[in-house]
């Protein structure tokens, strides 16, 4: 058995593993930026392989996509082309000056401790113009207060990519006292290459807990809600307007630096 994050390290293989064939989160949140009157300038803080980067970029929008994986960022560069991608942390980082910061996919959730959570919400109050908005979707940490349905098995997924099967077998836990939920992800394939095991943790954050740190360094909550989202069953469509309920395993956050 070996260790390494397969999917981070493989950004092609990240792509084939979670298609987004329709660009439904790029879209989701060029509607939230509309509707909330965002300007042109926009940081996708944590981009990953910079398919949302790039459609951002294609609806007009000047896009800077950001992410600590230099694999990553090759990819963006190299199949994604228009944003400018730059290595940066997200707990910590000044890249300039925005309209906008977006963190998809539960990228603000690698902040695991409150003193990485407010590196991220003070780099974000430094980069944004006044009245800039911050959009985030992650996981809902309130969905685990009483429910174990996502704990008590292990989600098997097969796909082929290049000739080869692939199998992942992801286990979630939740450690209490971190305020963590740690994910356990098995790799096999169908070449008799040795599995490869992937750890990995998200900040598992409550939706009044997210509140008052937006408060803290001052953001007015303009929407925060359950779905619909990206990823949500059934997803956001369009023209479909935000919920009003922090219930579901998804969370999503729009909320605007307020000016003095």
């Given at each position: 058995m070996t260790s390494g994050?397969?999917?981070?390290?493989?950004?092609?293989?990240?792509?084939?593993?979670?298609?987004?064939?329709?660009?439904?989160?790029?879209?989701w949140t060029e509607d939230c930026l509309r509707r909330h009157g965002a300007g042109p300038r926009v940081l996708d803080m944590g981009c990953g392989t910079g398919r949302d980067a790039a459609a951002l970029h294609a609806a007009g929008r000047t896009v800077t996509g950001a992410d600590l994986s230099e694999a990553m960022l090759t990819h963006a560069r190299t199949h994604h082309p228009g944003p400018e991608y730059v290595r940066a942390d997200l707990h910590g980082f000044a890249l300039g000056r925005f309209d906008a910061?977006?963190?998809?996919?539960?990228?603000?959730?690698?902040?695991?401790?409150?003193?990485?959570?407010?590196?991220?919400?003070?780099?974000?109050?430094?980069?944004?113009?006044?009245?800039?908005?911050?959009?985030?979707?992650m996981r809902n940490g309130a969905y685990f207060l009483g429910r174990t349905d996502l704990l008590n098995r292990s989600a098997v997924n097969e796909f082929t990519w290049q000739?080869?099967?692939?199998?992942?077998?992801?286990?979630?836990?939740?450690?209490?006292t971190a305020q963590l939920l740690r994910r356990t992800r098995m790799w096999?394939?169908?070449?008799?290459?040795?599995?490869?095991?992937?750890?990995?943790?998200w900040r598992l954050l409550f939706p009044q807990e997210l509140r008052h740190f937006l408060a803290a360094h001052g953001f007015e909550v303009l929407e925060l809600h359950d779905g619909p989202g990206p990823r949500t069953e059934p997803p956001w469509q369009p023209g479909e307007l935000p919920g009003t309920t922090t219930d579901a395993d998804r969370l999503h956050v729009v909320a605007r630096l307020c000016t003095l």
């Open positions: 994050n397969l999917l981070t390290d493989t950004p092609a293989l990240y792509e084939a593993r979670f298609p987004d064939t329709e660009r439904l989160a790029a879209r910061v977006v963190c998809l996919d539960s990228s603000l959730l690698y902040c695991h401790t409150n003193d990485q959570l407010d590196g991220f919400l003070a780099s974000c109050r430094e980069a944004l113009a006044p009245g800039g908005l911050l959009l985030a979707e000739g080869r099967t692939y199998r992942s077998t992801t286990t979630l836990t939740v450690d209490r096999a394939t169908d070449d008799g290459s040795p599995p490869v095991e992937q750890r990995s943790a």
